[in-house]
T-cell receptor, first 114, second 115 residues
Framework: NAGVMQNPRHLVRRRGQEARLRCSPM?????VYWYRQLPEEGLKFMVY????????ESGMPKERFSAEFPKEGPSILRIQQVVRGDSAAYFC????????????FGSGTRLTVV | GESVGLHLPTLSVQEGDNSIINCAYS??????FIWYKQESGKGPQFIID?????DKRQGQRVTVLLNKTVKHLSLQIAATQPGDSAVYFC??????????????FGKGTTLSVSS
């Protein structure tokens, strides 16, 4: 079991470009959660998805950010027209069931906007 | 608003000592709490959890205590080792809606263990 796989590990984008972050959950896990971590801070919840559905996006900025988890393939966190303030580590976690809080986290994608 | 916080941002201990990391939470409706460990450059790793119907739970070298009266959570690490050096986060569940839930994390305590 390869665990939660995130790619790329590091991503550099110029201001105004698009960033696409990918997350493949653990085998058998259909619930995916995205968190953002700013330097020296905790993890901030962004969005919770189940296959083909967004369950809770209360932590997502209203503009430029979107997430999907299609029937086939990884979950994608998309950031359009990136700004310097988007620089952070983005972590994905997965769980097998709703209300199973023992999330398994990936190693994260470190986004740097220059 | 709902928040989970930690009392101290850093904690330094000697190898072999016992460590206690504290956390205060504000959402009295939370019924599940978890401690995570995050090493540099890695994702958070599950350590131990506790439900609100318990006040103590033990694992291997770790114990979590929950005091619902004062909304306080603590993580005790026995015989702390250099490999325990990391950032420790407490987290609570937060029922954003009927369909699902998400964990809310505190800011973290950095544990440094010296030999």
């Amino acid at each position: 079991n390869a665990g939660v796989m995130q790619n790329p590990r590091h991503l550099v984008r110029r201001r105004g470009q698009e960033a696409r972050l990918r997350c493949s959950p653990m085998k058998g896990h259909s619930h995916v959660y995205w968190y953002r971590q700013l330097p020296e801070e905790g993890l901030k919840f962004m969005v919770y998805l189940q296959k083909e559905n967004i369950i809770d996006e209360s932590g997502m900025p209203k503009e430029r950010f979107s997430a999907e988890f299609p029937k086939e393939g990884p979950s994608i966190l998309r950031i359009q027209q990136v700004v310097r303030g988007d620089s952070a580590a983005y972590f994905c976690a997965s769980s097998p069931r709703r209300d199973d809080y023992g999330y398994t986290f990936g190693s994260g994608t470190r986004l740097t906007v220059v | 608003g709902e928040s989970v916080g930690l009392h101290l941002p850093t904690l330094s201990v000697q190898e072999g000592d016992n460590s206690i990391i504290n956390c205060a939470y504000s959402n009295s409706a939370s019924d599940y709490f978890i401690w995570y460990k995050q090493e540099s450059g890695k994702g958070p790793q599950f350590i131990i959890d506790i439900r609100s119907n318990m006040d103590k739970r033990q694992g291997q070298r770790v114990t979590v205590l929950l005091n619902k009266t004062v909304k306080h959570l603590s993580l005790q690490i026995a015989a702390t080792q250099p490999g325990d050096s990391a950032v420790y986060f407490c987290a609570e569940n937060s029922r954003a809606n009927q369909a699902g839930t998400a964990l809310i994390f505190g800011k973290g305590t950095t544990l440094s263990v010296s030999s």
